[in-house]
């Protein structure tokens, strides 16, 4: 069985199943009646390059080294400015994917560091078309370069230069040229019958969003909508390829988030979290509450919807179980494998952690959530305009001052208050 993780920035809020006003994602909709939504999917950490490396260790940030330590609660992450990066010791899934002859590729974002021994094709991808990092910028190309775009080994370019972006208008036809990546990859492996896993990271919703010309405009949300668009049709035309290639029956693909939607470039570029609290660098359900899709089929029943508390370190297990390989027994791994799930809609019981950098800041077990500390942002970072939870401050909630709970909990009941706005 070959497999497929599409890892992109989205909210819970931005897909048509999950209750989008819009309903301008047609074919992630079809995706979900034909495959089985996961309402109550997490990932490892408000941020991406923790939950990247989440995703692809099926360990918790704090075990794989993307946390920190200096400044309590704070984020960690490695822009370009970061010399850190995935540590050798780090046992990636393409690496152990290998060992049952997989062909493994990672298309977009890498964000797990920037030099060479992060490389992607030192840590078991064969094939990278993509970046370390997001497409920041553009900048001052003698202090601070424009972010390198790589070919496997070579660097073939910067965005902005040789990629371009347009910030005025917001055009851009990164997502055209990473669509045909998957495509073409995905011919090529079916051509040779090879086993394959691709990683499906695109950034076009991180800001500064962009989508391709045709469509330019096209969304009631605004460019935020039209990225979402485009990353819609994307996904629409890989299935479709796989399904005309006859290796849909063969092929376990799984859509979901990085994190939450970013708001604090709402509402001109930001997301949607649905009815949850605040957004991506936080760790309020908005922050961590992912949308998340399987599709395999022939295999999982059409139309499931499932409440299994899941995370983005179980697609880890899972993929690692499909390919009939067993999780390392050396390390601690905090991802389960959700094929009884998934294929035979049963229920495991597991608990949901929130960090921020080297602070457990909250669990969830069952329908209920506790908060050991809670914080937004800063006062000083407030009053620069940024907002983690603009239009949604919730009293003694939504704090700009660290608040610890660790003696009596600020406990949640999620069924009946999704938005963390009654503490029980």
Known sequence: TSSGVFLLQMGWGDLGAFGEPSKETPNLDQMAAEGMLFLDFYTANPLCSPSRAALLTGRLPVRNGFYTTNGHARNAYTPQDIVGGIPDSELLLPELLKKAGYTN?????????????????????????????CHFGPYDSRERPNIPVYRDWEMIGRYYEDFKIDLKTGEANLTQLYLQEALDFISKQQASQQPFFLYWAIDATHAPV????????????????????????????????????????????????????????????????????????TTFEGGMREPAIA????????????????????????????????????????????????????????PIFYYRGNELMAVRAGLYKAHYWTWSNSWEEHGKGIDFCPGQSVAGVTTHTQEEHTYLPLLFHLGRDPGEKYPL
């Open 105 to 133: 590729k990672i298309i977009g974002k890498w964000h797990l560091g920037h030099r060479p021994q992060f490389h992607p094709l030192r840590h078991g991808f064969d094939e990278w078309f993509g970046s370390p990092n």
């Open 295 to 350: 599709w395999w089929p022939g295999h999982i029943p059409a139309g499931g919807v499932s409440h299994q508390l899941g995370s983005v370190m179980d697609l880890f297990s899972t993929s690692l179980s499909l390919a009939g390989l067993e999780p390392p027994r050396d390390r601690q791994i905090d991802g389960i494998d959700l094929l009884p799930v998934i294929l035979q809609g049963k229920l495991i019981d597991r």
């Open 210 to 281: 962009y989508a391709s010309k045709q469509f330019l405009g096209t969304s009631q949300r605004g460019l935020y909508g039209d990225a979402v668009r485009e990353i819609d049709d994307s996904v629409g035309r890989i299935l479709k390829h796989l399904q005309q290639l006859g290796i849909s029956e063969n092929t376990f693909v799984f859509f979901t988030s990085d994190n939450g939607a970013a708001l604090i470039s709402a509402p001109r570029q930001g997301g949607s979290n649905g009815p949850f609290l605040c957004g991506k660098q």
